[in-house]
């Protein structure tokens, strides 16, 4: 499957942006995403998942309440809505696919990874 992650860009911190991963090539039903984070000098984070099928969601601590990962196998793509966004979610944001059935807050458990797309929160 091929990803291709967009709806990056700059806002104000307490707005709202929606980042969307758009997937080709496959069923993408069969797939759990993820979408991650790297900040300038930092590691890549997680930030949420979503599973295949069943569609439960995951989230790191940072986010709860303010981000929402959601699907649309329909249109394979997976969104994550962002609210009341924070000068530290400032970030590259990736998508990232896997069929297995793993820990889905870990990085190296995805296969395939889309190019990333560059939020900025200004104050």
């Known amino acids: 499957v091929q990803l291709q992650a967009s709806g990056g860009g700059l806002v104000q911190a307490g707005g709202s942006l929606r980042l969307s991963c758009a997937a080709s090539g496959s069923t993408f039903s069969a797939y759990s995403v993820g979408w991650f984070r790297q900040a300038p000098g930092k590691e890549r984070e997680f930030v949420a998942a979503?599973?295949?099928?069943?569609?439960?969601?995951f989230y790191a601590d940072s986010v709860k309440g303010r981000f929402t990962i959601s699907r649309d196998n329909a249109k394979n793509a997976v969104y994550l809505q962002m609210n009341s966004l924070k000068l530290e979610d400032t970030a590259v944001y990736y998508c990232?696919?896997?069929?297995?059935?793993?820990?889905?807050?870990?990085?190296?458990?995805?296969?395939?990874w889309g190019q990333g797309t560059l939020v900025t929160v200004s104050s």
């Open positions: 990232a696919a896997t069929t297995l059935m793993r820990a889905l807050s870990y990085a190296q458990n995805y296969d395939y």
């Open positions: 979503i599973k295949r099928y069943g569609g439960a969601t």
